[in-house]
């Protein structure tokens, strides 16, 4: 009898990423001020460097030969921005890991990468971090996320996946519930479905938040109390009804649903008995 020995697998801890570069071309690591860097980087051509700064020397590295080289990170690197170093926004083209690299912020972090497409996993990487704004803005190309996100001490969510069109699914589960503010976070996602669970009871911003997602149509937003749209997206009659079900007991408050196709086929008392203001047309 052949006895099978179980596979050990190592979870994969660094940073991650996929740049594409042309002849003689350079990528520049887009770290900022006020945050520790002490980190060594494989470029992916044979050549490593230490970088202790945002200002390094050692961030811009320039290639030889047109590829796509797989860079990779260890060590500390608190945050990237490349809202305020744009240089190389357009050559990264994939997350391959996160990585536990300490992050304390992802404001802005991938923002404006045009050319990139997936971020496959590391998601459980980001349980410090407590500013997402903006972190994958403007994405346009960027249609993949990691099954498990860590954002449990996230405070502010704005514009996180804005302007993501081809971003058609969000993980099943995204514990947002410490979120405070939510405007533009998913302004024209083309997801069909939001997270199952999806807790925004400490919410008190969500203006624009499903701003031209015309392709929503179910989904809820559990335990929201603050003025809220969700005008035209795909929702059907039972789908309105589910949404106003999760929504929290208020006094005074808006919900506007005109557009959806279940208008006329929902109950809307379901949300005014809880103190809901429900608009339709």
Not at 21 to 35: N, Q
Not at 242 to 258: E, N, P, R, S, W
């Amino acid at each position: 009898m052949i006895q099978r020995i179980p596979k050990s697998y190592t979870k994969e801890t660094r940073f991650i990423t996929d740049w594409t570069v042309g002849v003689g071309e350079s990528i520049t690591l887009p770290l900022v001020t006020g945050y520790t860097y002490n980190f060594t980087v494989d470029w992916g051509d044979g050549s490593t460097n230490t970088i202790t700064a945002y200002d390094d020397s050692n961030r811009i590295h320039t290639y030889v030969l047109a590829k796509t080289y797989r860079v990779i990170i260890e060590g500390t690197c608190q945050t990237w921005n490349f809202n305020a170093v744009p240089t190389s926004k357009d050559k990264l083209n994939k997350i391959v890991c996160l990585g536990d690299v300490e992050w304390t912020s992802c404001s802005n972090s991938f923002a404006y990468c045009s050319e990139l497409t997936e971020w496959v996993s590391g998601g459980e990487y980001l349980g410090n971090v407590t500013n997402f704004e903006q972190m994958f803005r403007s994405c346009f190309y960027l249609d993949l996320l990691p099954p498990v996100m860590n954002l449990k001490n996230g405070t502010n969510f704005n514009w996180m996946f804005r302007y993501d069109w081809r971003l058609i699914s969000l993980p099943v589960i995204m514990n947002v519930s410490n979120g405070t503010s939510f405007r533009g976070m998913l302004q024209s996602v083309k997801m069909t479905q939001l997270p199952t669970i999806f807790d925004v009871s400490n919410g008190t911003l969500f203006t624009d938040i499903f701003t031209n997602c015309s392709n929503l149509s179910s989904g809820t937003l559990q335990g929201c109390k603050e003025d809220i749209s969700i005008e035209n997206c795909n929702f059907d009659g039972d789908g309105l009804n589910a949404f106003y079900t999760d929504l929290a007991t208020v006094t005074g408050k808006t919900i506007t649903v005109t557009g959806n196709p279940g208008v006329g086929n929902d109950d809307p008392t379901i949300a005014t008995a809880k103190g809901w203001t429900v608009v339709s047309s």
